[in-house]
């Protein structure tokens, strides 16, 4: 989603009751929907273990159908061409072994690549120096997916999310013309559906509203949109149900006519705070724990599109890899344990009797690789133990060289708390700063390119966190590999 927090002209809906009209089963209308959720991972091991499978076994009690796995990618920056893993891609392995046991479900599966800057910002603004060589290494990436999607028989695949500079007409006139080709070449590899994730926005600003500027929607199989307009603040569930109507008719019917393709919305989603809805792309919204506000977008969501005879789905942002996710106090975007998760089953068809895990007390973020926004990656998560160190990067096995941000947090003490290092291999201690950017954290980066005193190319960090008083509070390990 777009951080931009501009303002949709003309489809705010006045009205300020809180009364929720009751959710419904789902009818005829929704029983063939992509009744979807995005994973995210924080690991390239997240989709292996047995806290995902009972995530996914949560999942399915809901009545969900599908899955879009996050596959995330990085570049250096914008400029570069560089396309490359990260700490939280998942290996094929993993995801292979995530695809077969969500198919043992009986859900589907969309794989969707997520490509991020590493220095920060929007993947939207990514314009390569060399964009020949830019769009041969994103080809390599998309080649490689269609065939293990098609070797596991995943369903779809999204090839690509909100690069607009990259896709849109806004961005270049030849881009239509390079994703064509992309497709083509796809198409030879996989017999899976085909789509592309576009941003979200009014015409006043070509930039932010990539749907109407993506000229390939011939070339895929249905209309892929990240979709996250504002209501206004205090609005009821039947306030937000009319807004639909008028964004709707302004904005999404006359795509799909212009088209003639179907929409599935691939990635939507609400934080449980206090009017949510009111700036969904806002991942630093904290204004109160607040689950009905996400429980009533969810409602007036389902209950408008469900209607919508050119819709075909939906995937909600997001639904975390791990089951102990969520719960009450969590204010992130997961439905996980929330009244939410109670809306989406009764849409979504599941048990009647799907629990909310009230003993469910995950309170900070998850790594929200979210689509449509700067700022809005690279934020993992365990359950807070006290003065534990989390390792975003590099973690024990990683294999890394150049220039690396080293990551790390404590969750649940502020920064200006406590002071973190990072050594090697037991040398000096080197401080870390403070870094506000997607959740509070340590980070340092460094340059390993002299690295090359270890026979072995393997380097043992340390993370070593002190108090104000200087008192050694926390230290976690990791052992690196540099090949070069």
């Known amino acids: 989603m777009s951080k931009f927090s501009s303002l949709v002209g003309g489809m705010f809906v006045l009205g300020l009751s809180a009364i929720f ?3 419904q089963k789902a009818d005829a209308s929704i029983s063939d929907w992509q009744k979807g959720v995005s994973v995210i991972t924080r690991s390239q091991a997240d989709l292996s273990g047995e806290s995902f499978r009972q995530s996914m076994r949560d999942l399915a009690a ?15 920056d914008i400029y570069s061409t560089d396309i490359q893993r ?13 695809i077969d046991y ?7 599966v969309m794989l969707k690549i997520h490509l991020d800057p590493l220095s920060g910002g929007w993947r939207a603004h990514i314009n390569p120096s060399d964009r020949d060589t830019w769009y041969r290494n994103y080809e390599d990436i998309l080649l490689h997916y269609a065939d293990l999607g098609q070797q596991h028989g995943a369903e779809s695949l999204c090839l690509g999310t909100e690069l607009v500079s990259m896709a849109s007409t806004y961005g270049s006139w030849e881009n239509p013309e390079r994703w064509k080709k992309m497709i083509a070449d796809v198409r030879q590899e ?4 085909l789509t592309y994730s576009a941003n979200w926005g009014a015409d006043y600003d070509k930039f932010i509203n990539e749907k109407n500027y993506i000229d390939f929607w011939d070339a895929l199989d249905f209309i892929g949109i990240s979709l996250y307009y504002p209501f206004n603040e205090g609005s009821s569930a039947e306030d937000i149900k009319a807004g639909w109507k008028n964004i709707d ?3 999404i019917r006359p795509l799909a006519e212009k088209w003639n393709k179907p929409v599935v919305f691939t990635e939507i989603g609400y934080k449980s705070v206090n009017g949510s809805y009111a700036a969904p792309w806002d991942y630093g919204r904290e204004t109160g724990f607040n689950e009905a506000d996400q429980a009533k977008a969810y409602e007036a969501l389902m209950s408008y599109w469900s209607g919508q005879d050119y819709m075909r789905g939906l995937h909600l942002w997001f639904w ?11 204010t992130d975007y997961s439905p996980q344990g929330k009244q939410a998760q109670a809306v989406m089953t009764q849409w979504f068809g599941g048990e009647a009797s799907a629990p909310i895990a009230a003993n469910k007390t995950s309170l900070k973020p998850q790594e929200n690789s979210q689509s449509s926004g700067p700022g809005q990656d690279q934020i993992p998560t365990r ?16 294999s890394v060289q150049g220039i690396q941000p080293f990551k790390a947090v404590i969750y649940g003490l502020p920064l200006s708390e406590y002071t973190m290092y990072w050594q090697v291999d037991n040398d000096r201690l080197n401080l870390m700063g403070n870094s506000d950017a997607d959740y509070p954290h340590k980070e340092a980066w460094v340059d390993l390119s002299g690295w090359n005193w270890s026979a072995s190319k393997t380097y043992s960090l340390n993370f070593l966190a002190k108090d104000s008083s200087g008192n050694i509070i926390a230290q976690t390990p990791a052992t690196i590999f540099i090949p070069s």
């Open 383 to 398: 359950l807070v133990t006290a003065h534990t160190i989390d390792i975003w990067w590099p973690s024990t096995g990683n």
């Open 86 to 98: 990260g700490y939280n891609t998942p290996t094929d392995a993993s995801l292979a072994g995530a």
């Open 249 to 251: 008719y302004s904005y």
């Open 102 to 108: 969500i198919h043992s479900l009986g859900m589907q």
């Open 320 to 330: 975390s890899a791990d089951a102990g996710y969520g719960g009450q106090g969590n």
């Open 190 to 193: 996989y017999s899976g559906q």
């Open 62 to 76: 809901t009545g969900a159908n599908y899955v879009s796995l996050i596959i995330p990618y990085y570049q250096s």
């Open 21 to 23: 009209f009751p959710a």
